[in-house]
T-cell receptor
Framework: DARVTQTPRHKVTEMGQEVTMRCQPILGHNTVFWYRQTMMQGLELLAYFRNRAPLDDSGMPKDRFSAEMPDATLATLKIQPSEPRDSAVYFC?????????????FGPGTRLTVL | AQSVTQPDIHITVSEGASLELRCNYSYGATPYLFWYVQSPGQGLQLLLKYFSGDTLVQGIKGFEAEFKRSQSSFNLRKPSVHWSDAAEYFCAVGARAGGTSYGKLTFGQGTILTVHP
């Protein structure tokens, strides 16, 4: 049963520290999405990649967030420096072409707390 | 731009009762529609999807959804709810290939389902 994996599952850090979240997409999936979920904003798309190329990162604060896919088995989301307002659950999803669109499969998330 | 509205923030039903969760979408072409479920502390799990063909689609865990183009709706139903169905449910619309947003999902705000014994 193939799944998206995310590490770490929980992260507590102090304001100003760098945070790196990792995602391993399902083998054979060619799209990767990063979402942020908060009570106030719900699910927000931060960035996504197709065939490792970044397609859209308009949902991401550019000054502190960066997303990369160094290879097909790893996607990273980095926050530097972190701020308390970044506290949220960050989800990675991977997708594959299904007809004329993608079906996305979500990982378990990384719960980030910035003190 | 595409959008999704889930009019009910919170629904409470008794175990064994039937369930319908509402979803209305706005999209300029034939939409790709999804329902996901999120249990507390978990990621989103795909329940079912509609791309084309039969407008009544079956999903996992006994759920089904019906696509009604005339009403721009894709409501989720279950004939008999189990306590384990308590979770948050998200409707989403996906962009079709050929556009710049292909592959992206737009989510509704979610409906929290509480099940009473």
């Amino acid at each position: 049963d193939a799944r998206v994996t995310q590490t770490p599952r929980h992260k507590v850090t102090e304001m100003g520290q760098e945070v790196t979240m990792r995602c391993q997409p399902i083998l054979g999936h060619n799209t990767v999405f990063w979402y942020r979920q908060t009570m106030m904003q719900g699910l927000e798309l931060l960035a996504y990649f197709r065939n490792r190329a970044p397609l859209d990162d308009s949902g991401m604060p550019k000054d502190r967030f960066s997303a990369e896919m160094p290879d097909a088995t790893l996607a990273t989301l980095k926050i530097q420096p972190s701020e308390p307002r970044d506290s949220a659950v960050y989800f990675c999803a991977s997708g594959r072409r299904d007809g004329l669109s993608d079906t996305q499969y979500f990982g378990p998330g990384t719960r980030l707390t910035v003190l | 731009a595409q959008s999704v509205t889930q009019p009910d923030i919170h629904i409470t039903v008794s175990e064994g009762a039937s369930l319908e969760l509402r979803c209305n979408y706005s999209y300029g072409a034939t939409p790709y529609l999804f329902w996901y479920v999120q249990s507390p502390g978990q990621g989103l799990q795909l329940l079912l999807k509609y791309f084309s063909g039969d407008t009544l689609v079956q999903g996992i865990k006994g759920f089904e959804a019906e696509f009604k183009r005339s009403q721009s709706s894709f409501n989720l139903r279950k004939p008999s709810v189990h306590w384990s169905d308590a979770a948050e449910y998200f409707c989403a619309v996906g962009a079709r290939a050929g556009g710049t947003s292909y592959g992206k999902l737009t989510f509704g705000q979610g409906t929290i389902l509480t099940v009473h014994p």
